[in-house]
């Protein structure tokens, strides 16, 4: 392959050449959990993420746990980054490092970030190059054991920081995934979207939820600039192959599906078909042999897996 990737030591050198200090301070700990620490939420919603927290109890199985690092990148998402906010900290893991890289947010995202910056490792609003480059910017400060990014319109499950890490813990695998949901707000309420376990041959087909997917920081690579909307899975197509992994059979987060989501937006149909030809040309993963095969056998899994669960 021969795709231009950026050099993660370029952004971080730039970033302590701006005065940043590392490593980044870690989220600090309550002993009783940060619910009654953190600011008083901009709305009256109830339960997750807004009046509920993970207990803190549940980390007690052990006496240490590996630092795993979340980055949101963010431009204006003003009316959902609140809850995503909200649901990083109130995880209320014991060592966590969290980045938000905002693209210089003109809609009130700024303000959400100087309220809750006490408890962010790092924070910026300035202009940068699109999602993909935040995403890096922001991996670059990271010194986690294990990493994730959580866009500034999804949020995380209680809890899905715990299951995480048990099971990096438990299986010395390199990648975790999980099931998802889709939110199309109180009409349509949410979608449980079940993944089947991924094989390599299966790769090319985009299959995993991406604010589900964590990983080792022995296997982190970055993230292809030039894509808009494909980041996520071009990322696996590197990432993922001939890693060990293991599914988490139950939702670890929510995606917001909402009009202006790159998902759903029609005017973004232009750059999903850029970043198909970037993805399938012979510099970089080139085209899909057999085609019609894979996602043929692809059905069959995906029934199997769903007849068995």
């Known amino acids: 392959m021969n795709i231009k990737l950026p050099k993660l030591q370029s952004y971080k050198d730039a970033m302590i050449a701006k005065g940043i200090k590392l490593p980044l301070n870690t989220i600090t700990k309550n002993s009783s959990g940060l619910l009654k620490i953190l600011p008083m939420p901009s709305n009256t919603a109830t339960g997750w993420p807004w009046k509920d927290e993970t207990t ?3 980390y007690n199985q052990h006496t240490t746990w590996p630092k795993i690092t979340i980055v949101t990148p963010s431009y204006n998402q003003g009316q959902f ?4 906010i909200r649901a990083v900290l109130l995880q209320n893991y014991p ?7 905002d693209g210089g947010s003109t809609d ?3 303000e959400i970030l100087e309220k809750y910056s006490p408890w962010i490792s790092y924070w910026q609003s300035e202009k940068d190059n699109g999602q993909s ?3 890096n910017l922001g991996f670059s400060l990271a010194s986690g054991d294990y990493l994730a990014w959580i866009n500034s319109d999804d949020y995380y499950l209680k809890d899905t920081l715990y299951k995480v890490v048990s099971t990096f813990i438990e299986t010395k695998v390199s990648f975790v995934y999980g099931y998802a949901l889709n939110f199309e707000g109180p009409e349509k309420g949410f979608e449980l979207i079940k993944t089947a376990p991924l094989l390599d041959y299966f790769l090319r087909l985009p299959a995993l939820a991406q604010p589900s997917c964590f990983w080792s920081k022995k296997i982190h690579q970055p993230l292809w600039e030039e894509l808009q909307c494909s980041l996520d899975f071009e990322l696996w197509q590197r990432l993922v192959k001939g890693n060990k992994r293991k599914l988490i059979k139950e939702p670890l987060s929510v995606a917001n599906i909402h009009a202006d989501a790159k998902t759903s937006d029609p005017k973004m149909g232009s750059a999903w078909a850029k970043d198909h030809e970037l993805i399938c040309n012979a510099d970089a993963h080139g085209p899909v042999k057999n085609w019609g095969t894979i996602v043929f056998l692809n059905r ?3 029934k199997i897996h769903t007849w068995l669960n």
Do not use: C, D, P, S
């Open 300 to 302: 069959i899994w995906i």
């Open 56 to 58: 803190v109890q549940i």
């Open 133 to 135: 480059h935040a995403i």
């Open 95 to 101: 060592n966590l490092e969290y980045i938000i890289i």
């Open 108 to 110: 009130g995202t700024k």
């Open 81 to 84: 980054i609140e809850e995503t």
